[in-house]
């Protein structure tokens, strides 16, 4: 019998009644539901935080027989039904100061037809009051409130702070109700992608427990290495043989593209399940996550900020500057980070930082791929063509090539791109080359100086310097005083050295030496 991976499946429901795999978290949302009562939880988009609201809702229904066979089933003995308040945010597009109120004025109308409805309230923040209390006296229990993708209409408005602060004054008014009505309440839980912070909509809700960075839940959205294997083991071997590698070849395919994630120190790896899923429906390894959404606001918020590309590697930051975002900072790394395009890669207990980096393949590789049009004079469909013969031209050692082909991404680009010329060029540089698979290093530290960049095959050594307004000998003269060469006298490969003039006037590339 075929198995049925639940791709883009969110209602737990559905998925139980129709046979679908389903990765036991059950185990973990009964600790949850034991031990606390107001939670927040933020993870990247597609990572399964929607099933398990959804989860959470079919257990506070009483919903039993879908539980059968997982560790739910054992642990609950009472199974008490409770009014379940459910929204999802995320099915709206919010780009006026109405298309969030129409959101809220829908779901209120909804629930006020099962639970009623006061004349007497007319804002949103009061008619949701009404209807927490009035659930609870009708039903005789008190409410379950989960609220899904909290801060999709604060993500959206991000680079419009007039609409962010209307969609906040709102929200922070809304979710309000949750502490006016804490004797009405039996459990709520709200998940997001990201977590705004100070006057922002959280300000009030202080208690909420956020387990973003918790290590016991570090589990309950994605999968680990271990459910990999005890889930989909089968599933491997059928990857293995339809791409004719053998099984630890299949694994580690696996690992390099979705693995990677810890959301806080120390923490397992988790793979994004919506790619694993979907590469094992296919057969095939891809870019699915990617694919689902384009992440235009990081890259608006990274060219707003003039934010250098290369720095995404090695950012080592503080957890305060993780675990929220201010709405009114010029730092893009917080959204990055709790978007899923970074992940933590190590921590300093001494200093309390967190270095962090792509989790994998798949998302250094598809997020670079999207910048670039972004950032250079090159078309989406054009791009994957360029960097191919790019490929070809830097194994060959063809400076004057892969040169001629840089210098058409740099043609008229755009002047509001260009407003801090040597950080975008930079940029663009550095994206052509990583998105071609080369070790590169920008700002490359020897004993004599740094480097502006340093790119590296099978074959050669490119040792780069680049001058802004000045001449391409003057680049080259500065390698050789410095004697960037010398540091790479060791290595067998031959070292190319080339000096690169970028002109204000042309915002391109005017001359180039190579020797």
Same mark, same amino acid.
């Given at each position: 019998m075929n198995r049925l991976y639940p791709v883009g499946i969110q209602n737990f429901e559905d998925l139980r009644s129709r046979g679908y795999i389903y990765v036991d978290k059950t185990s973990l949302l009964y600790t949850l539901v034991q031990t606390g009562k107001y939670y927040f939880l933020s993870r990247p988009r597609r990572f399964g935080k929607s099933l398990m609201i959804s989860t959470l809702e079919a257990y506070f229904l009483g919903k039993r027989e879908l539980f059968k066979g997982l560790a739910m089933e054992s642990l609950e003995k009472d199974w008490a039904v409770h009014p379940v308040l459910h929204m999802?945010?995320?099915?709206e597009k919010y780009d006026t100061e109405a298309s969030l109120e129409n959101k809220l004025e829908l779901t209120l109308k909804q629930w006020e037809a099962e639970y009623g409805h006061n004349p007497d309230e007319y804002s949103v923040a009061t008619r949701f009051e009404g209807v927490i209390r009035r659930a609870a006296k009708k039903m005789g229990q008190k409410v379950v409130i989960l609220i899904d993708e909290y801060d999709k209409p604060m993500l959206q408005a991000i680079t419009n702070p007039e609409l962010q602060t209307k969609f906040r004054n709102t929200l922070k008014a809304f979710y309000g109700a949750l502490k006016s009505c804490d004797g009405s309440i039996h459990f709520a839980m709200l998940t997001g992608v990201t977590k705004f912070s100070k006057v922002s909509v959280f300000s009030d809700l202080n208690n909420l427990r956020d387990i973003s960075m918790v290590n016991q839940y570090s589990e309950i959205c994605g999968i680990s290495d271990a459910e990999l294997h005890q889930y989909f083991d089968e599933d491997i071997h059928s990857l293995a043989d339809k791409l004719s590698i053998d099984y630890t070849k299949a694994c580690g395919l696996l690992k390099e593209?979705?693995?990677?994630?810890?959301?806080?120190?120390? +923490?397992?790896?988790?793979?994004?399940?919506? +790619?694993?899923?979907?590469?094992?429906?296919?057969?095939?390894?891809g870019s699915y996550w990617f694919e689902t959404g384009t992440p235009t606001y990081l890259v608006e918020l990274m060219k707003l900020h003039h934010y250098p590309v290369e720095e995404i590697e090695h950012i080592v930051t503080s957890g305060p500057v993780l675990d929220s975002i201010d709405a009114a900072s010029t730092d893009p790394v917080p959204v990055i980070y709790?978007?899923?395009?970074?992940?933590?890669?190590?921590?300093?207990?001494?200093?309390?930082?967190?270095?962090?980096?792509?989790?994998?393949?798949?998302?250094?590789?598809?997020?670079?791929?999207?910048?670039?049009?972004?950032?250079?004079?090159?078309?989406?469909?054009? +791009?994957?063509?360029? #960097?191919?013969?790019?490929?070809?031209?830097?194994?060959?050692?063809?400076?004057?090539?892969?040169? +001629?082909?840089?210098?058409?991404?740099?043609?008229?680009?755009?002047?509001?791109?260009?407003?801090?010329?040597?950080?975008?060029?930079?940029?663009?540089?550095? #994206?052509?080359?990583?998105?071609?698979?080369?070790?590169?290093?920008?700002?490359?530290?020897?004993?004599?100086?740094?480097?502006?960049?340093?790119?590296?095959?099978?074959?050669?050594?490119?040792?780069?310097?680049?001058?802004?307004?000045g001449t391409a000998e003057e680049a080259m003269q500065q390698i050789d005083e410095k004697g960037y060469a010398s540091a790479f006298a060791s290595d067998s490969r031959k070292v190319i050295k080339v000096g690169i003039n970028f002109s204000d006037e042309t915002r391109s590339i005017e001359r180039w030496i190579v020797a």
């Open positions: 999802d945010l995320n099915t593209n979705y693995d990677g994630y810890h959301f806080c120190y120390n +923490s397992v790896g988790m793979y994004n399940p919506f +790619s694993l899923l979907s590469t094992f429906a296919n057969m095939q390894i709790q978007s899923g395009y970074l992940t933590i890669k190590d921590y300093n207990a001494e200093f309390e930082n967190y270095t962090l980096g792509f989790p994998n393949r798949e998302v250094e590789q598809g997020f670079l791929r999207f910048l670039l049009p972004h950032y250079a004079s090159v078309s989406v469909s054009k +791009s994957p063509y360029e #960097i191919q013969c790019f490929v070809g031209e830097v194994r060959k050692g063809d400076v004057d090539g892969f040169l +001629s082909r840089l210098q058409t991404f740099f043609d008229d680009t755009p002047y509001e791109l260009a407003r801090d010329r040597e950080v975008h060029y930079q940029n663009i540089l550095y #994206i052509v080359f990583k998105l071609m698979g080369f070790h590169t290093e920008v700002e490359y530290r020897t004993s004599r100086g740094r480097v502006d960049l340093v790119l590296k095959t099978s074959d050669y050594i490119y040792v780069m310097e680049f001058k802004l307004n």
